[in-house]
């Protein structure tokens, strides 16, 4: 559990605007999966406290979308790594944000390209 706590805090820390390099596909989903969790928990418990404080939904609700917002350069620098971990430009992304494609998700879950690419080595370390 300390292991994927450091990938996650690794992403948002030391690698916040890294676009350069790769990134494994353990790094790039448990930051996927703790981003997700915590999000899910600000609107859980904004819903569950909506039921006994009217305004209490807006305020997590706001909470989660500043979040939101506060990852969202460190979340496109890993998935950018991600890809070049592939082979990949970074540029596969823009598919993302003009047709809502799934490719660079699919992508994502690709194993690593072996041995070194013009990204950098490979971080498995073979």
Same mark, same amino acid.
């Given at each position: 559990?300390? $292991?994927?706590?450091?990938?996650?805090?690794?992403?948002?820390?030391?690698?916040?605007?890294?676009?350069?390099?790769?990134?494994?596909?353990?790094?790039?989903? @448990?930051?996927? &999966?703790?981003?997700?969790?915590?999000?899910?928990? &600000?609107? &859980?418990?904004?819903?569950?406290?909506?039921?006994?404080? %009217?305004?209490?939904?807006?305020?997590?609700?706001?909470?989660?979308?500043? =979040? $939101?917002?506060?990852?969202?350069?460190?979340?496109?620098?890993?998935?950018?790594?991600?890809?070049?971990? @592939? =082979?990949?430009?970074?540029?596969?992304?823009?598919?993302?944000?003009?047709?809502?494609?799934?490719?660079?998700?699919?992508?994502?879950?690709?194993? $690593?390209?072996? =041995?070194?690419?013009?990204?950098?080595?490979? %971080?498995? =370390?073979?």
């Amino acid at each position: 559990m300390e $292991s994927l706590q450091r990938d996650f805090l690794d992403v948002i820390t030391q690698k916040f605007a890294l676009f350069d390099g790769r990134a494994r596909r353990r790094e790039f989903w @448990m930051f996927v &999966l703790w981003m997700s969790g915590l999000l899910f928990a &600000l609107f &859980l418990v904004g819903t569950i406290l909506g039921v006994v404080i %009217p305004f209490m939904p807006l305020l997590f609700y706001g909470l989660a979308s500043l =979040g $939101s917002l506060a990852v969202l350069v460190p979340f496109l620098a890993i998935w950018t790594r991600r890809l070049h971990d @592939m =082979g990949q430009p970074g540029l596969w992304l823009l598919l993302n944000i003009v047709s809502l494609s799934l490719i660079p998700l699919i992508m994502a879950a690709i194993d $690593s390209q072996p =041995g070194d690419n013009k990204y950098g080595p490979n %971080p498995k =370390g073979f």
